[in-house]
């Protein structure tokens, strides 16, 4: 029996394997697809999860109903040997890495959002491509809205609400949609925010949003956006951030507390390790979507996969491309292992699709435009259309209904525990902490360089692998000094129950931290004598 292995469950992955299950006998070939999920999840429609609009669930399929004879195993690739045909996993509940061999590998791992080169994205930037990320942003809009609702700070209160997302293409136009008519909806919950301006800026660096549309559909899709107040900087595009700030490519600088990000987008990184052929870093794939150099063995589809169609032109990675060349590949794995010709990849598209949210889209369905209610209407009536399971179409249809009549929910779900130890970046000029306020952290600088100050008299200069905070978290007291980045500063940042538990676990761990207080306590008694 040939065993046949998948890795990714997305909708290339998933509609591989599906396809499979209908060619392939049980006795022909055993199909294993690894995912980190169990789910397949709904591209097209994760902007609504955003705004509420659709439930956090309902845009996800269990893989294993949608391909009950697929083995799914629940791990993250570490590993891809194509000499020894072997897949690596990460271990499970056990410390040991599981090695899955193949005869015929599908390669279908998708994007993953790439910060690197831009500082402080990592820490302060939140990435939109997983239902995982759609739930984080949600929380974070709500926690920003709550705390502005609070704040007395004017100028603080205008960071709070401003958003920021960068990127332009379909999911960032999408993405701001949805979060300009969210925010302007529920804060008329908030007393206190009824009358304060909401500023929504998208970064784009092109002259127009939407490129892959036709230009009088992109030129619409701006229209509508900046009449609903969203502001759009053009030929722009952010480069770094603080926790404070959005930094753009010309310097121009975005006071903020949100920043979401679409782009930019890599493959995985064991993908980046593979031996192979490869164009901007995306597995280079024939017409028949098989990896080169590893022709009727290995498959590459989906947004990991630089391919192009018998006719010359690229595969875009959109999904109904990504569900038709899955289809191929399991139709060119059949051939190969029954002896048949392996076929191209010849779909060149239907149409585009984008909703601006609030009843209005723009769409070209084979050379026809379309824009404004007619192209919400197409828009939710064709993915609903092709969204898997009956079901879920019915729980869809249904959130839609109720989010015409009802205001959308408030509700936090904080479904994962905030990180332990975690980087920040600080630029010049921005304060890490300030006199008075509560030790929560320990903190270790890994590059740059920062001054203390109490009452604003300069005390003393830190540099990399210097430790400070330590004094308010051992003494479980507020801060009784400031200290400031004087460069662009990186630290790592310990919070107090994660230091503490170093402390009591790692004696010698705490025994330095201890002296460090004990010396600078007496320094600061001498300093006041």
């Known amino acids: 029996m040939k065993r046949i292995l998948i890795l990714g469950g997305g909708f290339a992955g998933v509609y591989v394997a599906r396809r499979l299950e209908k060619l392939l006998r049980p006795d022909e070939a055993s199909i294993q697809l690894v995912n980190q999920e169990n789910y397949l999840v709904y591209q097209p429609m994760l902007p609504e999860v955003i705004s509420g609009s659709i439930g956090i669930t309902d845009i996800v399929s269990p893989i294993r109903h949608l391909c009950p004879r697929t083995q799914l195993v629940m791990r993250e690739v570490q590993g891809i040997d194509l000499a020894r045909k072997v897949v690596t996993v990460s271990p499970g509940f056990r410390p040991r890495q599981l090695e899955l061999p193949y005869d015929y590998l599908v390669i279908a791992l998708g994007g993953v959002t790439n910060f690197f080169g831009m500082p402080g994205m990592i820490e302060h930037g939140k990435p939109f491509r997983t239902l995982a990320d759609a739930l984080a942003l949600r929380n974070h809009l709500i926690q920003v809205l709550e705390e502005a609702d609070l704040e007395t700070d004017a100028e603080l209160r205008r960071k709070l609400l401003t958003f920021v997302v960068a990127g332009g293409g379909f999911s960032g136009v999408e993405l701001m949609a949805e979060l ?238 905030d990180a332990g130890i975690v980087r920040q970046h600080f630029d010049a000029g921005e304060a890490v902490f300030h006199q008075g306020d509560l030790g929560d952290n320990v903190y270790i600088i890994e590059r740059g360089q920062c001054e203390v100050l109490r009452r604003e008299e300069h005390v003393a200069d830190l540099g990399p692998g210097d430790y400070f905070g330590e004094m308010a978290v051992l003494g479980n007291v507020s801060r009784n000094a400031t200290v400031r980045a004087v460069v662009a500063t990186d630290v790592l940042l310990i919070p107090r129950t994660d230091f503490h538990q170093l402390k009591t676990s790692v004696p010698a761990f705490g025994s330095v931290f201890e002296d460090l207080a004990r010396k600078r306590a007496e320094a600061n008694q001498k300093r006041s004598d």
């Open 180 to 417: 300009n008519d969210f925010v302007l909806n529920v804060k008329r919950s908030y007393p206190r925010l009824r009358e304060e301006q909401v500023r929504c800026v998208l970064v784009h660096p092109k002259e127009h949003i939407l490129p892959e549309m036709d230009q009088q559909l992109a030129l619409f899709a701006e229209r509508i956006l900046k009449a609903r107040g969203v502001e759009i900087v053009a030929n722009d595009r952010v480069t770094a951030a603080t926790s404070e700030k959005a930094v753009l490519k010309s310097g121009v600088e975005i006071p903020c507390k949100t920043l979401a990000s679409t782009v930019p987008s890599a493959v995985p990184e064991v993908l980046q390790k593979l031996d192979c052929k490869k164009d901007k870093g995306r597995l280079v794939a024939s017409s028949a979507m098989e990896l080169v150099g590893y022709e009727g063995q290995v498959w590459a589809v989906g947004d990991c996969a630089a391919a192009s169609t018998v006719a010359g032109n690229p595969v875009p990675p959109t999904a109904q491309h990504a569900t038709r060349a899955a289809e191929l590949v399991a139709d060119n794995i059949a051939a190969a292992m029954r002896g048949g010709t392996a076929r191209g990849f010849a779909f060149e598209g239907l149409g585009k699709l984008a909703s601006l949210g609030h009843f209005s889209a723009i769409a070209e369905i084979m050379g026809v435009r379309v824009s404004g209610f007619p192209a919400w209407v197409l828009w939710r009536g064709i993915y609903l259309m092709k969204m898997p399971g009956l079901n879920r179409k019915v729980r869809i249809g249904l959130d839609w209904l109720v989010a015409l009549v009802f205001p959308p929910d408030l509700v936090q779900i904080k479904a994962a525990k």
